[in-house]
């Protein structure tokens, strides 16, 4: 099923690209579409992470809320909740249909995992917390509110670093 779904999404975006660049009179080679292709599918599995984490952020920032636990940093450490559990989920599906490897090309799965919780960690704990602080104490945005903002500038740091960084081949 997956794979189905990701072949459709393929074709798509190959009719959409070649409509694209015949109105701009350019040829749509094979690199070029594969190059986007990645992109694409980094960001569909992006929103579904994002998906993820925010369910798990928002249940978990109602359920502190709810019992009165950690009213002051409440939001921080479901932010933390939701981190460990997205990139976990990020990882596999990016390590699956994103960043596959060419043949004769070699990953450590522990490697590349552990380099994908230091790169969201920089962006998903360390700035998101940062951010989330400067949304929620200095500009008074909703808690609830505040992550959404924050993909502006995450996603496309994250796509960068995971590309170049946590998923390079060997």
């Not at 990701?6 to 701009?24: C, D, G, H, S, Y």
């Not at 980094?42 to 798990?56: A, M, P, Q, W």
């Not at 978990?60 to 636990?69: P, R, T």
Request: charged share 15%; aromatic share 16%; with cysteine.
């Amino acid at each position: 099923m997956g794979s189905k779904l990701w072949n459709i999404i393929e074709t798509i975006v190959r009719a959409v690209l070649q409509m694209l660049f015949k109105i701009v009179h350019k040829e749509l080679t094979e690199e070029v579409f594969t190059a986007f292709m990645q992109f694409v599918k980094f960001g569909i599995v992006g929103v579904s992470n994002t998906l993820i984490s925010y369910v798990l952020y928002a249940l978990s920032l109602l359920a502190f809320q709810k019992l009165g636990i950690l009213p002051r940093a409440d939001y921080l450490v479901a932010q933390v909740i939701a981190f460990v559990l997205s990139v976990l989920w990020s990882f596999y599906w990016n390590n699956k249909m994103v960043f596959v490897l060419k043949e004769g090309e070699k990953r450590s799965l522990w490697k590349a995992l552990i380099k994908t919780y230091i790169s969201y960690s920089f962006t998903g704990l360390f700035l998101n917390s940062i951010l989330l602080i400067l949304w929620v104490q200095v500009c008074h945005i909703s808690e609830f509110i505040a992550p959404i903002i924050n993909l502006l500038i995450s996603v496309p740091l994250n796509f960068l670093i995971n590309k170049f960084w946590a998923f390079r081949g060997k």
